[in-house]
Structure formats: structure tokens, C-alpha cells
């Protein structure tokens, strides 16, 4: 995959406006930063509030996607309604496996120099650099402790990822013994990134709904489509940021803010950011009420497109999937998800495109996802069918190469798939 590193430093200059043509003609792989920079390695968006678990320590358990010589934590209030007190917030590997750390690495983090912090209600903050060696695709446990009750717990709800709670958790954060964390939760708690310092070279944010999630994928696992994109792009230091929310929607509130609404917090304003790869505009058309008009949806993805360019971040869009099957699916409503991909595919709004319709869809009905893909709900994708996914968006990216060659001012477009 050292191909997609070096599309990728051919691409991102040639463009996005600011950058110099120098850098258009880079063959190499992209250049180590130096000095080190800060790299996003792993997220989750965060989708709902639950209730608050006082006096328990939460040890969240996440999957990076490249590695460092120091972390530092992302944590939100976002979705609170009153100050949050963080009294101990701890970093570690994980070891084998459950909730136990790797003896040696447990740190404690500081907040400006202090080892607790408050956070208003409806804003983040992040901890000061941890000098912890993380390995590529290393599990990190990041343990919260909260000694009061300071109502409703900002969440990422479909974690698909077990976590732990050791319900009397003062003076637990640092423990290396997992013994205490006798619980077990299938969400993430405030956390809600991790960044790494090293020599990253960059990080492509997934933006989307369920599908990006993780959804019909297995859990415990790390088998959604980002997940697998970061194992392509691994080698090139490039970080994968999964921000999909189940439920989430495009043009209005869903699960969370709209994707227009939570754009820079989710995606723009995340630690090295060089690629967006949105997939999503699926709860808007199976949704209530159906947003049928294509007109709203190409408006919306021109805004996104703008957004993200104005800040140096080329953009992918990935074709809807289809869902004939699914309670929601109407004929209606397939028509407008055609409209839509056409938008897609031809409109000149995006970088490139990856075609995940033609990739994942049955040849014998193409209004349904092929059977081998489907986990049964006729909506998401099993383990098999987002690797059919990531393996589209590996494509158009590596489809970059040269873009756009001589005479050619058509986007790019990529599907496993005719």
C-alpha cells in the first residue's frame, strides 16, 4: 500500500487551492514529519447522553490505527447539561486481553498541569501530552473516573467494542490488575479521540451513519470498513478516524447532529486531517419525514465539499447503498437513492468517488445488497461486505494517481462492480 501514500502526496496538492505545484510532482512516499506532529488515531463521534455512573471508574477500550511516541486524549461534555468533573483520567496498552494493562505502561494524565479538570457543560477538552510509546493498531485502554454525579454521560452508543466499569473506582484509574472492573459496557464514555505525536502523515476521516459505524460487523472485532482502511494505509502512516453515528442523517438532526451540523467537530477539526470520505444521505431517504427532494442532497454535499476545501481537506464521496428488503424501502424512495447516486457519481462535486453501490449490490437485483454481504437486516454490511467497502475507497484513492490526467475533467470513479 505504499502506492496509496504516494497518491496521496500527489493528490492533496494538486487539489486543494494554497498549495504549491512542487509538491505535485512528489513520487515518493510522504515525507516523515519533522519535526513530529499530531496525528488523529482513533474516534468516535459522539451520539447520545446516558445516564452517569458516579464513583465508577470506566476503563474504555479503542483501537488505534497508527502509532506514537507520545498520546493525548480527546474528552467531551458535549451532550452534558451540567459541569463534568473528571477526577483521574489514566492511559495504557492494554494487555492480553479484558481490562487488564500492560504492566509499565499505565499513565495519569494532566490537564494544563493538573491531574483533574472540569468541563462546562457542552464542550470538550483534551489532555496534555502522555509520553507513552503506542504501537499500529494497538488496543489503548483510557480509564475515566467521574466521583460525582454531574448528569447525563456524553457517549458514542454502538461501540461495538466491550468496555469496563469498576463501580467503586476511586484509586482505580491506575490499576494495572483488572480485577475491579468486575462490569461491562457496549458503549464508549467521554472519550471520544486519540491522537498520537510521531511521524504520521496525516489521517482520513470515515464520515457517515450506521454503515460507517460498524453495524452487522462483528463485534469485538474491528472489523468495519475503516477499520480495514487503516490496515491499507498503515503502512503509509496514515491514521483512520471512524466518525459514524448510528441513525445519523445528512440534511437534518437524527442520532446526533445533522452531518451539515457536526462537520468541523467531528471531522475538520481533528489532528492532521487530509482526506474526508463521506458516506452518508441513506436515514434521510428511509427516513421521517422522507427528504425526496435531490436537489437538498447535492446542495449538501457542494457545502461539505466547500467546507473541507477551505480548510486544505480533499474530499471522497461514496455512493448509497441499496436496502430493498428493509422495513423502510419503498420503490419511492429507491428513486430518489438512484437520483442521488447519480449526483454523486457525475456532479462534479467531489475529489473522486467510490462507487459502494456497484460494489456491494446483488447483479441479479441491483435495488438489494448481494447476499454474501448482507447480515441479514438487508440494510448494513457483515464482515465480508465492509471489506467490499474499504476496498472501494482503497481503490479511489489509489485511482488518484495523475488525477486529473491530460483532457480528462471528469471525477473519478470506482467500484468493485460494473
Not at 496509496?4 to 500527489?10: D, F, M, P, W, Y
Not at 512542487?22 to 488515531?41: I, L, N
Amino acid at each position: 500500500m505504499a502506492k496509496v501514500g504516494r497518491i496521496l502526496a500527489v493528490l492533496l496538492p494538486a487539489m486543494l487551492p494554497g498549495l504549491t505545484a512542487s509538491a505535485v510532482a512528489r513520487s515518493e512516499p510522504w515525507p516523515v514529519s519533522d519535526p513530529p506532529a499530531w496525528t488523529g488515531s482513533w474516534e468516535a463521534a459522539p451520539s447520545g447522553a446516558v445516564a452517569a455512573r458516579p464513583g465508577a471508574a470506566i476503563r474504555n477500550v479503542v483501537h488505534l490505527s497508527i502509532g506514537g511516541d507520545a498520546v493525548r486524549v480527546r474528552l467531551s461534555n458535549r451532550l452534558g447539561t451540567a459541569p463534568l468533573r473528571l477526577g483521574a483520567v489514566t492511559v495504557a496498552l492494554r494487555g492480553a486481553a479484558g481490562p487488564d494493562a500492560l504492566p509499565g505502561t499505565v499513565h495519569t494524565t494532566t490537564f494544563q498541569g493538573g491531574p483533574a479538570v472540569t468541563v462546562p457543560a457542552g464542550q470538550d477538552t483534551v489532555t496534555d501530552p502522555v509520553p507513552l510509546r503506542v504501537p499500529a493498531a494497538a488496543d489503548l485502554l483510557v480509564t475515566v473516573y467521574t466521583p460525582d454525579d454531574n448528569g447525563p454521560a456524553t457517549s458514542h452508543q454502538v461501540a461495538l467494542q466491550t468496555s469496563y466499569v469498576a463501580p467503586s473506582g476511586a484509586g482505580r484509574a491506575g490499576d494495572e490488575d483488572g480485577t475491579a472492573y468486575t462490569a461491562t459496557v457496549n458503549r464508549w464514555y467521554y472519550v471520544t479521540g486519540v491522537d498520537v505525536l510521531g511521524d504520521g502523515a496525516g489521517s482520513v476521516v470515515a464520515f457517515g451513519d450506521s454503515l460507517t459505524d460498524g453495524n452487522g460487523s462483528t463485534p469485538d472485532t474491528n472489523r468495519r470498513w475503516p477499520d480495514r482502511l487503516a490496515a491499507y494505509l498503515r503502512a503509509d502512516r496514515f491514521g483512520v478516524l471512524n466518525a459514524g453515528i448510528s441513525g445519523n442523517r445528512l440534511l437534518r438532526a437524527g442520532a446526533g447532529p445533522s452531518g451539515l451540523t457536526r462537520l468541523d467537530t467531528d471531522a475538520l477539526d481533528r489532528a492532521g486531517v487530509r482526506v474526508l470520505v463521506v458516506l452518508e444521505g441513506i436515514n434521510d431517504i428511509k427516513g421521517t419525514p422522507t427528504a425526496d427532494d435531490a436537489t437538498a442532497y447535492a446542495d449538501a454535499y457542494r457545502t461539505l465539499v466547500a467546507r473541507a476545501h477551505a480548510r486544505g481537506v480533499a474530499v471522497v464521496g461514496v455512493t448509497l447503498t441499496p436496502f430493498r428488503g428493509y422495513t423502510a424501502y419503498t420503490d419511492t424512495r429507491e428513486a430518489v437513492r438512484q437520483q442521488v447516486n447519480a449526483f454523486i457519481r457525475t456532479g462534479g462535486a467531489f475529489d473522486a468517488v467510490a462507487d459502494a453501490d456497484a460494489a456491494v449490490r446483488d447483479p441479479a437485483d441491483p435495488t438489494r445488497i448481494l447476499p454474501a454481504y448482507d447480515p441479514g437486516d438487508h440494510l448494513h454490511f457483515d464482515d465480508t461486505g465492509m471489506t467490499a467497502v474499504a476496498d472501494t475507497v482503497r481503490q479511489a484513492l489509489a485511482g488518484w494517481a495523475g488525477w486529473p490526467a491530460e483532457g480528462d475533467t471528469g471525477v473519478r470513479v470506482v467500484g468493485a462492480r460494473g
